[in-house]
Nanobody, 115 residues
């Protein structure tokens, strides 16, 4: 089983950039579908981006063209490069690993975006 630890969150101004990282430990990391989700105050957790075992990416419409997900199987983990941040991107961002229908979550990292 994989364990996940996110980092890189913090206060940023609208229009700014931020890079989130998720370090993975445990076995079989290359076999996991990885993703970033976020949960804004008072809202349900939503998909931000995923990256498959073949490095195929998928993005929520709200972040397409602004966010980029990547993975590194040699130094197990994923990253989320966020550009042109908006106040509506404010949320707790969670890293997710999925394999055989089972999800594992990180503890989350907060990203407040000020207007």
């Amino acid at each position: 089983q994989v364990q996940l630890v996110e980092s890189g969150g913090g206060l940023v101004q609208a229009g700014g950039s931020l890079r989130l990282s998720c370090a993975a430990s445990g076995s079989n990391f290359p076999q996991y579908i990885m993703g970033w989700y976020r949960q804004a105050p008072g809202k349900q957790r939503e998909l931000v981006a995923t990256i498959s075992v073949f490095h195929v990416t998928n993005y929520a419409d709200s972040v397409k063209g602004r966010f980029t997900i990547s993975r590194d199987n040699a130094n197990p983990g994923i990253a989320l490069q966020m550009e042109s941040l908006r106040p509506e991107d404010t949320a707790v961002y969670y890293c997710d690993a999925e394999r055989n229908g089972r999800k594992t979550w990180g503890q989350g990292t907060q990203v407040p975006v000020s207007s």
